[in-house]
């Protein structure tokens, strides 16, 4: 090839990156990015609305960050539209004849709102459902390899992962013959997990990981979380009701509430708020109260005053 033909060539290819990166760190100070992390963004949701059955809209204008290697946690009450933003990510949405209407969604400065669930796991995108859903009739071990289906890689390299699973989940290789129906609610949960790191994600969309587990599993599992971003570098996007935990666990939170998003901020402030104190940790700031005296909050949460 001739040598300025490819110089050319690369000069244009350089110019298109910088441009689509340039483009994405807009798309992160819209929604709300400090600007100190725009370059380290990887996953930008900017304004989007979600719509079901033509009708029902569910995401009113929702906008968030992830920066690379951090955990952020999604909050907020039940319905308050935390699976559906995860699904709005991972493209799930059309199963349930949900369809996202507005807005865009970037993961390294490149729109994947169209993209297929099946090609966002192989950009290093993926989601652990609520609920875990397991395979039942699969083995713990049979679970965890159909994590990875997708990779082309060598037998060794998939043998590799599935040991570095064994090792962050010791309970996992005790368990690896069993039927997955038949183990305990935490088992599921780290296979479901597990499952998800077969896929060598760069970013796992974490639903509701205590759901129906009990204190001790649900530090544990969070214990866990907290490892692999710290070790493996990989960044989670986790929708939690137990705000509590969520945000001793998180970098930062975004707080939900009938679609959009009322309140951001980093989890330690987050944990220090009044009313996230009162409306979802249960801490109140004044003197206890006999409930059936009580027939409406103390104060009406600033955001909806």
């Not at 992160?28 to 979600?50: M, Q, R, Y």
């Not at 308050?80 to 865009?104: H, I, P």
């Not at 001790?216 to 990989?234: H, T």
């Amino acid at each position: 090839m001739n040598p300025n033909v490819q110089s050319t060539r690369q000069a244009t290819a350089a110019d298109t990156t910088q441009t689509g990166v340039a483009a994405a760190d807009a798309r992160a100070a819209d929604a709300g990015a400090p600007a100190e992390l725009a370059s380290t963004i990887l996953l930008n949701v900017n304004g989007i609305e979600v719509i079901y059955n033509h009708v029902i809209l569910v995401l009113k204008g929702v906008s968030l960050c992830v920066p690379e290697g951090r955990i952020v946690a999604l909050l907020g009450a039940n319905g308050a539209g935390k699976t559906t933003t995860l699904r709005a990510v991972s493209n799930l949405l059309r199963a349930e004849r949900g369809e996202v209407t507005k807005g865009s969604i970037d993961y390294r400065g490149e729109r994947i709102d169209r993209m297929t669930p099946a090609d966002l796991v192989k950009r290093g995108v993926v989601q652990v459902m609520e609920g875990r859903h397991c395979f039942a009739h699969l083995t713990i071990e049979e679970n965890l390899l159909t994590g990875a289906y997708t990779r082309k890689v060598s037998r060794g390299e998939i043998s590799a992962s599935l040991d570095k699973v064994y090792q962050y989940f010791p309970r996992l290789k005790q368990r690896r013959g069993s039927q997955a129906g038949y183990t305990s609610g935490g088992e599921q949960q780290m296979a479901a997990i597990g499952r998800a790191l077969m896929a060598s994600p760069n970013m796992i969309l974490l639903d509701e990981p205590s759901m129906g587990l009990a204190p001790q599993i649900v530090e544990e599992i969070f214990e866990i979380v907290r490892d692999l971003n710290q070790r493996e570098g990989v960044s989670f996007l986790l929708a939690e009701q137990n705000t509590n935990i969520a945000l001793r666990y998180a970098d930062y939170g975004y707080i939900l509430e009938n679609g959009r998003v009322m309140m951001d901020g980093e989890a330690s402030s987050l944990a220090e708020n009044e009313d996230v104190k009162e409306f979802y940790l249960g801490v109140s700031s004044g003197e206890r109260k006999n409930f059936r005296d009580t027939k409406f909050y103390r104060r009406r949460k600033r955001w909806l005053a």
